[in-house]
Nanobody
Framework: QVQLVESGGGLVQAGGSLRLSCAASDRTFSTYTMGWFRQAPGKEREFVAAISLSDGNTYYADSGKGRFTISRDNAKNTVYLQMNTLKPEDTAVYYC????????????????WGQGTQVTVSS
């Protein structure tokens, strides 16, 4: 069982930045694909970004390209999501997730989830 703990959410004005962190408990962390997803009230959970921890390949939803950067520190079992130029439409609960194997943008293929962290962007 992998435990994921997110941190770094908060309230920020439009145009501002936040960095989310996701710490994993599993020492086999480097074999996973890690993803960030978000869910706004009344909306479905959507893919934000993912990173393959074995080779470092990164993947982004169109909504975050050029503004969000996903990265990892395998030594710390931690994945980060740097979010710049935030917009009010980025407001959501952000979830970190892990899956065995290759990248997927579909949330239902992820095996483990964090508790979520709220990101609120004011206009």
């Amino acid at each position: 069982q992998v435990q994921l703990v997110e941190s770094g959410g908060g309230l920020v004005q439009a145009g501002g930045s936040l960095r989310l962190s996701c710490a994993a408990s599993d020492r086999t962390f480097s074999t996973y694909t890690m993803g960030w997803f978000r869910q706004a009230p009344g909306k479905e959970r959507e893919f934000v970004a993912a990173i393959s921890l074995s080779d470092g390949n990164t993947y982004y939803a169109d909504s975050g390209k050029g503004r969000f950067t996903i990265s990892r520190d395998n030594a710390k079992n931690t994945v980060y999501l740097q979010m710049n130029t935030l917009k009010p439409e980025d407001t959501a609960v952000y979830y970190c997730a892990a899956r065995f194997g290759k990248y997927s943008a579909n949330w239902y293929f992820y095996n483990f989830w964090g508790q979520g962290t709220q990101v609120t962007v004011s206009s």
